[in-house]
């Protein structure tokens, strides 16, 4: 009877005229991807939206992490309590999109990295029959293959249990092996908000009968969600006849801004020359140059910009300064242009600017002080600047500075902390919070000291239990005993030093305690020019491990490290970086990242690490790998500045691919004034 029923689904899902309404959003299911309550559907999220879902029935916890990579592949990391914690990774691919005859088509792998708990392959098709009614049927493998299975329909009969109990490596010799299943489901949106489910499972869920007792007498499920915004979902469950399932979803989408905007200051007006400047005419009169520059320099520190240097050189005024508010350098630029056209002397009519960060010049921006008075209020104003704008490298020496720099040398703050640590089979949530105490010191504006001091008031991060046993040095894997039990310490505290020793190439020394767990000196080199999409640096390590009280002592253990690496950008967002070397505990081998960067500043990417350690000797996940987030917090809050909340989600703390942990790398630093990144933002230019 149910594999009627699927069939028939399947079936029509084919047959049914119809066109997709693009205004209905993908159901986030138990499983935290695209679908109905616990089988997928071929929805494809908008390209860029994220997810996060909690889910529960029964003993089964799950978390998921969905990111729509592309406008066809999506991605999901999940960490599940079945009989026990699990990490599993997804992808999805929409084969084709929804037509008026045709239903969307997608493949899938589910869980296809890993111990396989999870593991399933399948082809599913979603159709909207109607303005309110969308159908789904697919053939699943695996997991999605275990309830009134028939042969495999490409001879692939025998499934393989490639699993190992470490986990972490690619399951490929089970793909789409072994018997297969029909499921199927309906979705009927009762109104904007209310969507009621029902679904045929085609998942036996064998494992949780056997290990935990879960009681399946039927393979239907039925549920309803609630979804009163884009911004999240939530759901209620009847499963399998015995359980009752609750789910919760939040989903946004770094393209699009859905937090408050607007609340910083507004920008200079340009002034036009002949109307409204109030400059003199030149800078030839050294006390009419003195109060010009006090002018600008006060000025630019109102809007949140530190000037470094400033002089004239025929009818061109080059302008260096630090941009500390502004993500998008492309917006500063367009403050500081404006600001010069209050300022300037009349007879400059083109503006040279110079950004910094780590007091180490990142391009050339020149631009016409006539463009900027002509296009300031025309339509297309962000396009026809970046036209007309001139972007190049800014190696040279500084302007000079004839005024007095306010900015105090010595900065410090005190603000709450809270760290967390997750993905520990024992314990799989461990954290802490408390006050951190920073300081900077500026020798020079590329010659800095600072450092942190952490007081753990609250906690479970001292309760460090067994360290697990391994064949590598320990340089990672005791990570939890670092402050446990003193519950304070020096997290870093670091002299750095930023240079441009030539055109395109920038440097860094960076010495003292680097990390929690290691201290150092650190050296890098870059080659980047500003309008290339490729960077090659270098770095090379002597690092000593950090004595567990967090104070000023070190082990017996030093090692010297380093890599070489390529970055690229792509378009669309996408960098890619490599990076081969020697990492901390000798190993020898290469981590591989690639993330996709938004405008507004989101970041999400992913990475991962292959060495010379044998799968058996790294433990548990085999290599080292993970996904990592970093949200602006002025997408947050809607006033401007340059700080970032980010997470990376990774397996424990391995020994074999561990790099050392060095804060302000060159290619960070560098990046958001070159060329790719300008052109990226330059619609923030009139901001």
Known sequence: MFSGMAALLAAGVWAAPGAADQGWPATYSLFGTPGIVDMPAAVAPADAEIAATVSGFGKTRRGTLSFQVLPRLSGSFRYSLIDTYDRSFDLQYQITDEGRYMPAVAVGLRDFIGTGRYSSEYFVATKTVSPNVRVTGGIGWGRLGSVNGFANPFGLDTRPDDSVDTGGTV?????????????????????????????YSSDAYERESRLIGFDRKSPVNVGVTWRPSDSYQLGAYYLHGSEVGIS???????????????????????????????AAATWTNPQVKAASMDALGTIMATDGFRLLGAEVTGNTLRVRYENARFRSEAQGAGRVARILTQVAPQNVDRFVLEPTQQGIALSSITLLRSDMERLENQPNAAALSYDRARIGDASGPAPALDWNDPTPAFQWGLSPYFELTLFDGKNPARGDTGLEASFRYEVKPNIMLSGAFRQRLLGNRDEVGSIAPSSLPPVRRDSLRYGAQSGNGIEDLTLAWYGRPGRNVYSRITAGYLERMFGGVSAEVLWKPVASRLALGAEVNYAAKRDYDLGFGFQDYDIVTGHVSAYYEFANGFEAQVDVGRYLAGDYGATFGLDRTFANGWKVGAYFTLTDVPFDDFGEGSFDKGIRVEIPTDWLAGTPNRNTAGTTLSSLSR??????????????????GHQMQLDETWGRFWR
């Open 655 to 672: 020994d074999g691919g561990a790099r050392l942990n060095v804060e302000g790398r060159l290619y960070d630093v560098v990046e958001d």
């Open 171 to 199: 399951l490929a010799g089970q793909f789409f092996h072994g018997d297969a299943a029909l499921f199927g489901g309906v979705e009927w949106r009762v109104n904007d908000e209310w969507t009621l489910l029902a679904e």
């Open 248 to 278: 919760a979803s939040v989903v946004t989408n770094p393209r699009t801004r859905d937090m408050p905007s607007g609340l910083g200051r507004a920008p200079v007006p340009v002034a036009v020359r002949g109307e409204s400047v109030v």
